[in-house]
Nanobody
Framework: QVHLVESGGGLVQPGGSLRLSCAASGNIFSVVDMGWYRQTPGRQRELVAVVVKRGVTTNYSDAVKGRFNISKDDTKKTMYLHMNDLKPEDTAVYHC????????????????WGQGVQVTVSS
């Protein structure tokens, strides 16, 4: 089994910054994709940013491009989402996501999700 644990959420004023962390642990042979999604009540979960193809490409949603940035510490199996110039519309529960190969010769890769952290942007 694989566990994704997020941290770093909270309340911040518009224009402020936050850094979210996602620590992965468990049965991990390799990480295929890893990123962040967010969800607000009554709306579908939407992509924020994701590193795909084992780090070849990073994709950001248009809503956060230029303001948010992903970084990784592979030694700690931790991914960070650096959020700058936050806006009230960024208020959501942010979920860490990973597509993981659990064993070298596993026939498929498996999706895992974290429990989510609340980010509230308000004055």
């Amino acid at each position: 089994q694989v566990h994704l644990v997020e941290s770093g959420g909270g309340l911040v004023q518009p224009g402020g910054s936050l850094r979210l962390s996602c620590a992965a642990s468990g049965n991990i042979f390799s990480v295929v994709d890893m990123g962040w999604y967010r969800q607000t009540p009554g709306r579908q979960r939407e992509l924020v940013a994701v590193v795909v193809k084992r780090g070849v490409t990073t994709n950001y949603s248009d809503a956060v491009k230029g303001r948010f940035n992903i970084s990784k510490d592979d030694t700690k199996k931790t991914m960070y989402l650096h959020m700058n110039d936050l806006k009230p519309e960024d208020t959501a529960v942010y979920h860490c996501y990973a597509l993981i190969r659990t064993e070298q010769f596993a026939p498929n890769d498996t999706q895992f999700w974290g429990q989510g952290v609340q980010v509230t942007v308000s004055s």
